[in-house]
Every structure is written in structure tokens, then in C-alpha cells.
């Protein structure tokens, strides 16, 4: 399905979903992320974080073009339904799979069981526990000789699930390896007035940024700083 089939029909959602939808995430950074799923031919993927289903429209509507499926956790049942609805409305239904419970708890289980997968979009709980679980666990099971693309959402600011807790990605070394990541919401400051904001974190690493989202070159490795509370 292309991806202006799938906004069209998210378009038409009852009772305000795409509008509610659209004001906590917005449709470009979406669009972004399913040409980069199209353009790398990305097949099957894991999304963290449903939430209203938004996201996993798009990411569904790219990988349904080679018959592909993304695998989707989320932890609240309310949220969970709603997504569903809004996928089943979309007509994707047959490439997503909803996973209802913990992402620590769920991730090792379905990692164990899907086929091989080519994306990961992390988008749950903005913790460093749970960001950086969730990035081991993925970057551990990925086949580091193909190319793999991994997006984490809200991550070079300090979130308000993780506030206090030092968590997001620092960028330190670079070894070789074809993965990819990209560090979406980057061009504006949220929540860190007193560090200079995310702009100063892009120029720092010389990423490119394009549509909200930064680039990293292939060969980047990401580690997280902080502390489990």
C-alpha cells in the first residue's frame, strides 16, 4: 500500500482518532520513515510503542509491499484496542501483529519467534531502562552482515519518562558494521533550555537532518548513559 492510500484512509477515522493522532505525532516524520522503509526494501520490522496505531499504519503500509509484517508492542489495553481498530480500518490488519503487555517482558519472547527482521522503531517508554534494554536486546539479535535500520523516537532530549534519569543515546565511536540509525524529533528543543537543545547535539556529530529526523552514518554505534531508577 502506498503511503498516500494509507492517509487517505486514516483520514476517514471516526470520532477524532487521526486528529488526535496526528496532533501528538504529526504525519511527516511518518512519511519520512516509510520511504526510508521503502527505499531500503524493508521487509519485516518490530515497533515498540503502538500507541494510537499511527505510525504503525505507515510502517505496515510499506512492509505490505512485499508481504511483509511489522510485530508491534504496546503495554495499555485501551491504546492497544484503538490501534487495532484504526489498522483494521486502514485495511492492514494481515501485516501487523499486536503484542499487549511489557516490552522487557515481551521483546525476548518475539525475538525468539518472528522471522527475520530489518527495522526496529523504538517509540515505548523513554527510559534508560527501557531504551536501553530494548536497543540491546534488537542490536544482539540483528544480522550485523545486512544492512538494518533501527529509529529511536524522542531521544536526544531528556523525555518526561525519563526525566532525572539521564537516559538517551551518546553517540561515541563508530566501529564498522551495516547498520543504520536514525534520531527522529531532533531539531528542536523540548524540555532541555538549559543545555542549548538538540541543535547543538546535531551539529556535534555532523548528522544530516531531514523531515525531524537525523542521520547517523552506517558505521555509528550508540550507548546510553544514566541510571535505573
Same mark, same amino acid.
Given at each position: ?6 492517509l487517505?484512509?486514516? &483520514? =476517514? @477515522? ?16 511518518? $512519511? *519520512? /520513515? ?29 512492509c ?12 495499555? &489495553? =485501551? @491504546? ?9 480500518h ?6 501487523? $501483529? *499486536? /503484542?499487549?503487555g ?100 546535531v ?22 548513559e544514566?541510571?535505573?531508577?
Amino acid at each position: 500500500m502506498n503511503k498516500y492510500e494509507a492517509l487517505t484512509k486514516l &483520514k =476517514t @477515522l471516526p470520532d477524532g482518532i487521526y486528529e488526535a493522532a496526528k496532533e501528538r505525532s504529526g504525519d511527516d516524520g511518518f $512519511d *519520512f /520513515i516509510y520511504d526510508q522503509f521503502e527505499e531500503k526494501k524493508i521487509t519485516n520490522a518490530i515497533e515498540i510503542g503502538t500507541f494510537l496505531g499511527h505510525g504503525t499504519a505507515y510502517i505496515a503500509a510499506a512492509c505490505s509491499n512485499r508481504n511483509g509484517k511489522v510485530y508491534t508492542i504496546e503495554i495499555d &489495553k =485501551t @491504546l492497544a484496542h484503538t490501534a487495532q481498530a484504526l489498522i483494521e480500518h486502514v485495511g492492514l490488519s494481515e501485516n501487523v $501483529d *499486536f /503484542i499487549l503487555g511489557d516490552s522487557l517482558a515481551e521483546l525476548p519472547k518475539l525475538l525468539k519467534r518472528i522471522p527475520a527482521f530489518q527495522a526496529a522503531y523504538i517509540d515505548g517508554h523513554h527510559s534508560y531502562k527501557y531504551v536501553s534494554q530494548e536497543f540491546k536486546l534488537i542490536y544482539e539479535a540483528i544480522d550485523k552482515t545486512r544492512p538494518f535500520l533501527i529509529i529511536l523516537d524522542d531521544a536526544c532530549y531528556e523525555h518526561n519518562d525519563s526525566r532525572g534519569d539521564g537516559t538517551g543515546p551518546k553517540i561515541i565511536e563508530t566501529p564498522n558494521g551495516p547498520c543504520q540509525f536514525v534520531i527522529s524529533d531532533v531539531y528542536y528543543q523540548r524540555n532541555n533550555p538549559s543545555d542549548g537543545g538538540v541543535p547543538r547535539l546535531v551539529n556535534e556529530h555532523n548528522m544530516t537532518v531531514t523531515k525531524g529526523c537525523a542521520f547517523v552514518d552506517e558505521t555509528t554505534k550508540i550507548t546510553f548513559e544514566g541510571n535505573e531508577k
